[in-house]
């Protein structure tokens, strides 16, 4: 899996989380974009023919497993296991709308996760440590405070703008 983004019911989750962030890291979808989604995830999941077998119940508990279970394992770190780095917290539904909390994830980590690119590789490319890489990462890292070339080489190595990196 690169990245989170794995099909575009993911990539419409994912773009959600960009949205969360102003709000706490919380995102409250309301009727229209329920079905929306709900649409897209039947398009995507489930065959027509298979389509009679799943009521809206079933079919919105499918939805939230399927938001609140994406995941990166991330092996730059605990050895060949990885690490899991989690997207969603918890996934509500009231019967109308839909409410998603998103876990925080630093803008580094969440960009390098979306190129799908090891710490080292990000390290490599830069020119520092991965241990300059992972404290980057760290969720109490401001970057606003770090050395601008620090900061230039990382968004360099991470294929954006060093403002992207300091939101």
Same mark, same amino acid.
């Given at each position: 899996?690169?990245?989170?983004?794995?099909?575009?019911?993911?990539?419409?989750?994912?773009?959600?989380?960009?949205?969360?962030?102003?709000?706490?890291?919380?995102?409250?979808?309301?009727?229209?974009? +329920?079905?929306?989604?709900?649409?897209?995830?039947?398009?995507?999941?489930?065959?027509?023919?298979?389509? @009679?077998?799943?009521?809206?119940?079933?079919?919105?508990?499918?939805?939230?497993?399927?938001?609140?279970?994406?995941?990166? +394992?991330?092996?730059?770190?605990?050895?060949?296991?990885?690490?899991?780095?989690?997207?969603?917290?918890?996934?509500?539904?009231?019967?109308?709308?839909?409410?998603?909390?998103?876990?925080?994830?630093?803008?580094?980590?969440?960009?390098?996760?979306?190129?799908?690119?090891?710490?080292?590789? +990000?390290?490599?490319?830069? @020119?520092?440590?991965?241990?300059?890489?992972?404290?980057?990462?760290?969720?109490?890292?401001?970057?606003?405070?770090?050395?601008?070339?620090?900061?230039?080489?990382?968004?360099?190595?991470?294929?954006?703008?060093?403002?992207?990196?300091?939101?």
């Amino acid at each position: 899996m690169s990245g989170f983004d794995r099909d575009a019911f993911w990539s419409r989750i994912l773009s959600l989380y960009y949205e969360a962030k102003d709000n706490n890291y919380i995102v409250k979808l309301d009727e229209e974009q +329920v079905r929306e989604l709900k649409a897209l995830y039947i398009d995507l999941y489930i065959p027509m023919e298979n389509l @009679g077998h799943y009521d809206d119940e079933k079919i919105m508990k499918k939805v939230m497993t399927t938001i609140s279970s994406m995941y990166k +394992v991330d092996k730059d770190t605990m050895g060949n296991s990885g690490e899991i780095v989690q997207l969603v917290n918890t996934v509500n539904y009231d019967g109308r709308n839909m409410y998603i909390r998103f876990a925080r994830i630093s803008p580094v980590k969440m960009r390098r996760l979306e190129l799908g690119k090891s710490r080292q590789q +990000v390290a490599e490319r830069m @020119g520092y440590s991965v241990s300059a890489v992972k404290n980057c990462e760290a969720s109490f890292c401001d970057l606003s405070k770090q050395p601008e070339k620090l900061v230039r080489k990382l968004a360099r190595a991470l294929e954006c703008e060093p403002e992207t990196l300091l939101q």
